[in-house]
């Protein structure tokens, strides 16, 4: 509510103007808020959706992929994920994370490649992004497609080896990224986009999200009906201006916890990849001696919001134990199921806040 009254009048205003217009499906916002994303993230082209599940799911759609062939996606995310590929009529295969960055990398995911396997999707978890190089050079020996699950970095730098730097989400063949409003760039209700700088495949991504069909009425493949409406375009394209703003607020905001918390017995903070800028959609703390839970309700009792992101990896969910392939223990998801805890972020947090948050999280641990 408090970063909506920051820009009140810029967005009261502009939704006014949409209503006025009455350009709710496809009027030029949508356009015009495609075209400054693909200008920030210095990507061809930006295809706006629905949602960010759609995303996924139109992004394998475009990919030509057949029933039985496998994606490999990390254990230790959010179901969409897994959802889209099961929808398809794909294989999930589950691999396991790295204990630092809660994220999939090269070396995990070169055991689970098989002949059946298609494609791969790194899911930059929390903001952290993933070890792009490799897993983009590995993908490129066994001629896979990477799709970028990207609804919780979107604003991140990935830096190579050669000192190029890229957008997440822009780095694979196709990204995908979720507007909800709890992301570092949110709207104020549903919407998604899918990134590429592959002129066929955004030609196809456009037909797929549009009932399959370029000219009205007439169908070239076989799609669905994903929309980003014209008035959450209106309200993203204002808010995409204060983007940058907006993460490093996240960004101090975490680096006043890792100060605060960083020596604290029992409690590991965010890793920080020197590859990558981390834009901490979530600021996720990792608890030990299993005493997460116990955090938890003593937040709660001091009125301070948690949040356990994800309380069981995907393998051990009901939906997926006998439609995907597991590689490996997975122990690593399993142990950060039952030690994560996320403490508020997001841009408003103020110095008070903070210290309130903090300090009782050391009178916990002092106990």
Do not use: W
Not at 9 to 27: H, M, P, Q, R, Y
Not at 320 to 345: C, D, F, H, Q, R
Request: charged residues 20%; glycine residues 4%.
């Amino acid at each position: 509510k408090t970063q909506y009254h920051h820009i009140k009048n810029d967005i009261d205003k502009a939704v006014i103007e949409c209503l006025e217009s009455t350009e709710f499906i496809n009027g030029k916002k949508v356009k015009e808020f495609a075209e400054n994303l693909a200008t920030y993230l210095d990507v061809k082209h930006v295809i706006p959706c629905a949602n960010g599940t759609d995303a996924l799911q139109i992004a394998m759609m475009a990919l030509d992929l057949k029933e039985g062939d496998e994606i490999i996606i990390p254990a230790f995310t959010y179901v969409a994920t897994a959802e889209v590929i099961a929808l398809l009529k794909l294989v999930p295969v589950m691999v396991d994370v790295d204990a630092s960055t809660f994220n999939i990398t090269a070396d995990l995911i070169k055991p689970a490649i098989t002949n059946k396997t298609k494609a791969i999707v790194p899911v930059h978890l929390f903001g952290q992004c993933c070890e792009m190089e490799a897993i983009i050079e590995l993908a490129k020996q066994n001629n896979l497609f990477v799709i970028e699950d990207n609804a919780q970095a979107i604003g991140a730098d990935y830096f190579f080896s050669n000192n190029k730097k890229s957008k997440t989400g822009t780095i694979g063949d196709i990204g995908c990224s979720s507007f909800f409003p709890s992301k570092n760039l949110g709207c104020f209700g549903d919407g998604g986009a899918m990134f590429t700088n592959d002129d066929d495949l955004a030609k196809k991504i456009k037909m797929i999200a549009n009932h399959g069909q370029e000219v009205k009425y007439f169908h070239k493949v076989v799609g669905c009906n994903s929309r980003l409406d014209t008035l959450q375009a209106t309200i993203l394209n204002i808010k995409l201006a204060q983007l940058n703003n907006y993460l490093k607020a996240r960004q101090n905001a975490a680096d006043f916890y890792d100060n605060e918390l960083k020596n604290i017995q029992g409690l590991q903070i965010p890793f920080r990849s020197s590859t990558s800028t981390h834009v901490f959609h979530q600021y996720t703390l990792q608890i030990k001696n299993g005493k997460r839970d116990a955090l938890k309700k003593y937040l709660e009792s001091k009125n301070i919001p948690s949040m356990i992101y994800y309380p069981m990896p995907l393998n051990e969910q009901e939906a997926y134990k006998n439609i995907s392939k597991t590689i490996g223990s997975l122990a690593v998801s399993k142990k950060l199921s039952e030690t994560v805890l996320s403490l508020p972020m997001h841009t408003e947090l103020n110095i008070a806040q903070l210290s309130f948050i903090t300090q009782t999280v050391k009178d916990f641990f002092s106990k």
